[in-house]
């Protein structure tokens, strides 16, 4: 667990009177660093509309440029012209670094696995601390060869590619990185490779991958990703519902609240959030206006307005659907009334920082009444009043999701709450802190 650098200003927060606004939150991270790394793959040009400013995907970004891939800005904000250069890269001259990203890091190398270059790839100290094994072993399978730090299973990795072969694997967890990692290679690999997965995550890939010319059979839970050429497509990327989970749970649980979040991607493996906050008893305060399909996925508007929320329990095969948002579900749970327990959530321990410990950690601060176990949580709610949390001095940790999280606590609790290491919400959101003053703004 890293700490937040002292460099990184600290913010306070406290509960106004009302909260208002319409807002855009940033486009969907999962799908910006997709567009970038299988369009740099592809044959063609393509216009990327909408693409996150977070760190994680200028890493990417950043990563890409360094094998030769031209990304040029197109314009508007969020607008980038990607010229393909097919699924030959060029070998970087440096270390590639792939920040605090573990998106950059797994889904890279799933490209670095089938070029016939040395790469090294490497990140910041939360990254060098995260599991590699868990790509390292399926590419190695498939004929990369790859060494890291301890037993080749932290980065700093290096990686020499080339001669793939299909295989057929069991993911062990239901992660959409290290699924998208085997599927890419899997895309130049001799023969079909099949996946086995345990339940649903994500599947930006697989959509992508399909929208391009390749092909990707589904059968349940089981993949099979034929070698395939991709072409370019033009991808307008939709607002990230992991970051308007930060707004969902401000505006249910404030008692004076209307927010509108525009164009928020609502893939269905994405949306275990929306679910489990209608269940805690979201009903009409949490709509889904104008629903459509934009480049294949679904968005709508989200409008959101005061609830009264009671605890959940939740678990199994949702919660690779809301990872992300357990965080901020938590600060929900706080001002629920009743007990909320979350489990099947242990891979919580092996995000940007072990999110079960420092969310426990950083809300006992703000005397709640919560319970870290194994898998996940137990959270005692004490209902909507802002007696429920009392501001206090905060942590990011270095954790952008905790960042937020907290500064969603410091809107509800009663007192001030300050927030050091604010800026760490740039890695995925980084206007977060001019939409919230948006919100206090709006509100009058
Ligand atoms: C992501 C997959 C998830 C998620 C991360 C983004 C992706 O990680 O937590 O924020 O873009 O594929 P895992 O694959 O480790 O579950």
Known sequence: MSTAPPSSPSRSISRPASLGGVLSVPGDKSISHR????NAIAQGDALVQGLSGGE????????LQAMGVSIEPAGAPGSYTVKGRGPEL???????DAGNSGTSMRLLSGILASQSFVTVITGD??????????IVQPLK??????MGRQNDSLAPLVIRGGGLRGIEYDLPMASAQVKSAIILAGLSAGGQTVIHQPALSRDHTERMVSAMGGKIEENGLDLVIHPARLNAVDITVPGDVSSAAFWMVAGLCHPNSRI????????????????VLREMGAGDALQLVDQRTEGGEPVADILVTSAELHGVEIGGDLMPRMLDEV???????CFATGDTVIRDAAELRVKETDRIATTVAELTRLGANIEATEDGMVIHGRGAGAGSLNGADCQSHGDHRLAMSMAVAGLLAGGETTVHGAADASVSYPEFWRDLDLLLQDAG
Do not use: F, W, Y
């Not at 965080?327 to 749970?333: F, H, Q, R, S, T």
């Open 90 to 96: 060029e070998e970087p001259a440096d270390i590639l």
């Open 327 to 333: 965080p901020i579900l938590a600060v929900a749970a």
């Open 35 to 38: 567009s970038m790394i299988l």
């Open 141 to 146: 399978q498939m004929g990369a060869q790859i």
């Open 56 to 63: 994680d995907v200028i890493s990417t970004m950043r990563c």
């Open 125 to 134: 100290s939360s990254l060098r601390s995260r599991p590699m094994q868990r």
């Open 260 to 275: 509108l979040v525009r164009g928020v991607g609502l893939n269905p493996s994405r949306t275990g959030i929306v679910d």
